[in-house]
Each structure stands twice: as C-alpha cells, then as structure tokens.
C-alpha cells in the first residue's frame, strides 16, 4: 500500500533532491572543467573561452607530459612509496592494533595513553628532521616510508574492530592449540576485509598525495615523487618540461600543461577508489563504535 505524502514531506524531499544536485555539480564541475582544458585547442585555453565542455581537440599538452622523463621518474617514486608505503602502514598497523585489541595484554591501557598523546602533541618539524639525519635516513626512499608507517587515529579504528570480533573464536582456537600469531593470521585478519580496505584507502590517498615530506627530506630529483614534482611545476612555475621548446609554443602549452599533468597525477587513484568504496563505509562505521 503507497503511502500519500503531505505537501511540507513533498517539500522537503524536493529540497534535499536540490541540495544533492547542487552538491553533486560543485563537485563535479571542478574536475569537468579541469579535463576539458587539458584536451582543448591551446589557443582556446589562453583566450579562457572553455567553461563546461572542450572546445576543439588536441592531445598535444598529454605528450608532452609523457614525453618527460621526469614525469616518469616521478610516477615510479609515487607508486613506489604508495605500494610500499601502504603495505608497510597495513601491516604495522594491524601488529599494533591486534595486541592492544586483546583484555589479556596487561599494558595496553598505558600504551593506548601514549598513543592518543602522540595525536595531540607532537615534537615538531626541527626535532624530527635532526632525527632523520641522525639515522642517516636523509635523502632516501626509507625517510618517507618509515616516519609515517603508522597513524595513531588509524591505530585505534583498526583496535575498535578488533575488539568487536567475537572472544568465543579467540578462546576455541585456543583450545584447538593456535597461538596468537595463528589467530591473527587464520582468523582476525580473514574476519577484517573491511577495516583492511579503510586502511588501504586512507595510507594510499595520503601516500599519493603527499609532498611536503619528500620537500623535506629529499634533495634527489631521482627519488621525488610526482606530487612534489607537481608542487613546482603549479606552485613555483618551473618550466624544465618545455626547456627545449620555442618561445611561442612554451607560453601557447604553458597552462594547459598544468591542466594535463593533474589529470595524469590524480587518474590512478580514481581508478581505484571504487573499488575499495564498497568497504569503506562499512569499515569506518564498524571500526569507530564497539559492539
């Protein structure tokens, strides 16, 4: 049997359908506007005549992005941090969390204090980076890896979950004779594709995106990744990929490049996000409250 609305319902759901849209187009159009100037005719870039759609076609400011080397240097740094980052987030976050996660451990009431104080005090930016000199983990791959591989707030999500699997499953591979090293391969991390996605999602975006780091730490072109490299070119204006072009060509592609190689930074993990989408909300709401 369709229940009849009254008019104020027929009003408000009119009023939250506007609103999504409204949303649903501030969000989009940034990205439209952004695809259809890296495949414009440059020259009507310059002249700012494209708004919404691309007016004319032209590839050209792509190749030349795919046509630098450094571009290339920099996409491998970026996977490379990502992949290996991202695995070695996961996996120290879960060791951390799994134990703290158990009523038997006696010290993870005092260890979970110490955490939560590292999210609200930190010993700054000078301290740290005397800290990764000192460890002689300057300029390499393991100054980016190793400071972030675990985050606190994380940590304790990934903790909550832990904490709403069942004790019953803990105490019977118990009695079958498995260790906790068992259950936390066997049956924990089985149990937690959800929260493991969350952490996969969170680690990846933020290894992706993440510059200030490498600006810190990395003196190496060769070891910077593409998101810094991104930085200089649409912050500080560097021209290194159009060095060898003509004056008239560098300031016909010299915007449109910029347009070209922000898609071309941020198209990987638009690929991926949807498919880790499903698990995400599930994750996050079963990770932030106990059972």
């Given amino acids: 049997m369709r229940v009849r609305k009254s008019a104020s319902e027929n009003m408000g759901d009119v009023f939250i359908y506007l609103s999504m849209w409204f949303v649903l187009v501030i969000t989009l159009y940034p990205f439209i506007y952004i695809v259809s100037l890296s495949v414009s005719e440059p020259t009507y870039v310059i002249q700012q005549l494209v708004w919404l759609w691309p007016k004319g076609f032209s590839l050209n400011a792509y190749k030349m992005v795919f046509d630098n080397p450094d571009v290339w240097t920099s996409y491998y740094n970026t996977i490379y941090y990502t992949v290996v980052g991202t695995a070695i987030n996961i996996s120290f976050t879960i060791l951390g969390a799994y134990p703290l996660a158990r009523s038997t451990f006696f010290a993870r009431k005092q260890i979970m ?3 939560v104080i590292t999210m ?3 010993g700054g930016l000078i301290p740290m980076f005397l800290l990764i000199q000192n460890l002689n983990l300057y300029n390499t791959r393991w100054a980016i890896l190793l400071p972030s591989a675990v985050s606190a707030f994380l940590l304790i999500v990934t903790r909550t979950f832990f904490q709403s699997i069942s004790e019953s499953l803990h105490e019977s591979a118990k009695l079958d004779g498995a260790g906790e090293f068992t259950i936390l391969t066997r049956i924990v ?7 493991i996605a ?3 999602l969170f680690y990846a975006v933020g290894h992706w995106n993440s510059y200030f780091a490498a600006m810190i730490y990395l003196t190496d072109a060769k070891l910077q990744p593409l998101s810094l490299y991104l930085v200089k070119v649409l912050v500080q204006n560097s021209d290194t990929m159009m060095e060898e072009m003509s004056h008239s060509d560098r300031s016909l592609y010299s915007l449109q490049i910029k347009y070209a190689l922000i898609i071309v930074s941020i198209l990987p993990i638009l690929m991926i996000y949807p498919f880790l989408q ?4 599930k994750g996050v709401m079963l990770g932030s409250l106990k059972e």
């Fill in 189 to 195: 991390i089985p149990l937690s594709t959800p929260i």
């Fill in 278 to 281: 499903k698990y995400f909300v």
């Fill in 198 to 200: 969350v952490l996969a």
């Fill in 113 to 115: 204090v110490f955490i």
């Fill in 120 to 122: 609200f005090f930190s």
